[in-house]
């Protein structure tokens, strides 16, 4: 079996892969799905459980440490805890971690808890239940705040909250959700607006700017610190409140790119891989995977997918090209 890390020609290496389980969603949040009629990948295209485990096991020995399932939304997925012990079994696996829109969360949290998963991201971007609604075209704010209300009373090792941050539209929320993390002890994460959505209806004027959110919760609450434990090459640049209750996330994904520290691979639900959010090209792995390849040439053509990748997306210019796939069926 091949040994060595997953470097790429500007000596990032790689060590994290975030996999979606499905493209499929149960909502449709505005900046990531079209209202009706989502263009999902047939059936037999999704990768398999045992495909997806094999996947990581053989990247396990290339340095990949840590595994996110994401979607779509992956508790749409029947049968998750059942991938999620088998991946959590799995040696040398330092994290695993899912990120979801919370909608199914208060049920599936306590099997998913059992089968080993320990971190958990939920996306929750208001706590007013019109603006809820207006975003997702759905009404189940309270299902979602029930969903981590489960995580907190089963003891997640981390719970996040995924808060995407647009500009006329969610400025009245980051004081709330400010709070509603200070209250909790939950880590609010705020991201930027990211021309991902099905539609093309971003506009860079529709971003809400990372530095102009930390300057209000400033303002509004009390100064904020960087936390001293912060990860320096993770995408979210992170605080507390000087009190020392209280966590912010700030993911600057258009106005302070971390292309240069990126870590990150991709796997979509129809089994490509990628090496950016926002690459044009990627890599036909579920192909490989249902030929008969042996384990050596798996992991040979994901080192050949890496060694291609390109320095950074490139939002801030006129360069930029959206990808073709909309956020839901790449895989947040
Ligand atoms: N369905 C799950 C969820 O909503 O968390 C997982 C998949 S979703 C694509 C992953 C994350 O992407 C969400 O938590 C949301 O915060 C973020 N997201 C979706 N569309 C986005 C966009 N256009 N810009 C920035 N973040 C976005
Ligand atoms: Fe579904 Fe998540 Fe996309 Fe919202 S952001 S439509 S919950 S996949």
């Not at 899912?98 to 808890?113: D, H, I, K």
């Not at 090459?233 to 409140?241: C, G, I, K, Y």
């Not at 009190?243 to 490509?272: E, M, Q, W, Y």
């Amino acid at each position: 079996m091949a040994d060595g890390q997953l470097v790429d020609g500007y000596g990032r290496v790689h060590t994290k892969l975030r996999v979606s389980v499905t493209d499929r969603c149960n909502i449709r949040c505005f900046y990531c799905m079209p209202e009706d009629n989502p263009e999902y990948a047939p059936r037999d295209d999704i990768l398999r459980f045992e495909e997806i485990v094999r996947v990581v096991r053989l990247l396990l020995p290339l340095g990949i440490r840590k595994v996110r399932l994401t979607g779509g939304e992956p508790l749409v997925r029947r049968h998750l805890d059942r991938l999620v012990e088998q991946l959590a079994a799995l040696e040398g696996l330092a994290g695993l971690a899912l990120t979801t829109n919370g909608l199914l969360l208060a049920r599936q949290a306590e099997p998913l808890y059992r089968a080993g998963l320990r971190h958990i991201n939920v996306h929750l971007d208001t706590l007013n239940p019109e603006r809820f609604r207006f975003i997702t075209r759905c009404d189940a704010l309270d299902d979602v705040l029930a969903g981590i209300d489960r995580c907190l009373e089963l003891g997640y090792e981390s719970v996040k909250i995924n808060a995407v941050a647009v500009r006329g539209l969610t400025e009245e929320d980051i004081v709330p959700l400010a709070h509603f993390a200070r209250r909790l002890g939950v880590t609010v994460r705020f991201i930027e607006f990211m021309p991902l959505d099905a539609r093309n209806s971003w506009e860079r004027d529709r971003v809400l700017f990372a530095a102009e959110i930390l300057e209000r919760l400033s303002e509004a609450i009390m100064p904020l610190v960087p936390a001293p434990d912060a990860d320096p090459t993770a995408p979210a640049q992170e605080f507390v409140f000087e009190d020392g209750v209280g966590r912010i996330g700030l993911i600057a994904s258009v106005s302070r790119p971390f292309c240069a520290s990126c870590n990150r691979l991709r796997l979509t639900a129809d089994g490509k891989l990628r090496y950016c959010l926002f690459a044009i090209e990627e890599f036909d792995l579920k192909r490989l995977l249902r030929s008969g390849a042996d384990d050596a040439e798996i992991q040979e053509f994901v080192r050949r997918a890496v060694a291609r990748k390109w320095e950074g997306h490139e939002i801030n210019t006129a360069r930029f090209i959206k990808p073709p796939r909309p956020m839901y069926s790449i895989g947040g």
